[in-house]
């Protein structure tokens, strides 16, 4: 009986000895499924497989509010947007989220939250005075103002602005100005002609003329915003080739630092070769 146990210690010895390297492999691969199977348990816990929750619905609550229910359902939670004003919404509150209310989700996932802005953007207002109206209302609506009003005074400059307020008040350009403000464009009516009676202008011409500086307005200005994006476009251009410089300069000063690196290597070998 002990020499079949001894005879048996001997045959595996043997075939271990002759054949180390597929005795190895399957210890490997029985390592790797323990390990996978160990992985898929600790995914399990902490992917927390299974347990899926209801997302609460906290659309149109304070911010405030909507994170405290949140946080008492054990879900996390990131502000995405909070920049937009909406004139509907009361500001700080919840616009939308994500994910959809009502849905299910696991408790690692993270809800997203759109939030009204707390105060309107604030813009500078541009320089207006000596502009055609419309250009000056046209403008205003494109940088996003939304209450702006014209109305006309007796005055010998027809269709160019004179004046603007805002809620009521004067204003210099470049002061910042609410979106939600109201602005009012006051300008001339052409009533005033300070000419002779023979030169009197008749109203067909003076639509004319006033259409025409309207036009020439709007070319100066379509030109300015032209010339700015190109200066801007030079800058970006000059930064580019800068930055290009530098890094070529970068580049030499590494070759340069190689070769001496490799010339030193050769000095010493020469050296030890002598």
Known sequence: MSNNKDNNKSGFARFRNRHPILIHS???????????????????????????????????????????????????????????????????????????????????????????????????LPKLIELPGRQGVAMLKAMGFKYVTMDSIESQFAGMILEVTVDGHKVAPGTGVSVNSKIKITVGDGSIVDLNPEQLIDSETMDSIDEANYQDAQENYEMEMKAAEERREQERKEQADKEKREQQNKNQKSDKDKKKEQDKKSSDKDKKKN
Do not use: C
């Open 26 to 124: 399957t210890l490997m691969v029985l390592a790797l499924v323990a390990l996978g199977y160990i992985a898929l348990l600790f995914i399990d816990v902490f992917t927390s497989h299974g347990q899926q929750v209801q997302v609460p619905d906290v659309r149109n609550m304070p911010l405030e509010k909507a994170i405290q229910i949140l946080d008492d359902a054990g879900l996390r939670w990131e502000i995405s947007d909070s920049t937009t004003f909406y004139e509907n919404y009361k500001p700080g509150t919840v616009i939308d989220q994500d994910p959809k209310a009502k849905s299910y989700i696991k408790k690692i996932r993270i809800i997203y939250l759109n939030v009204n802005a707390m105060h309107p953007p604030i813009i500078q």
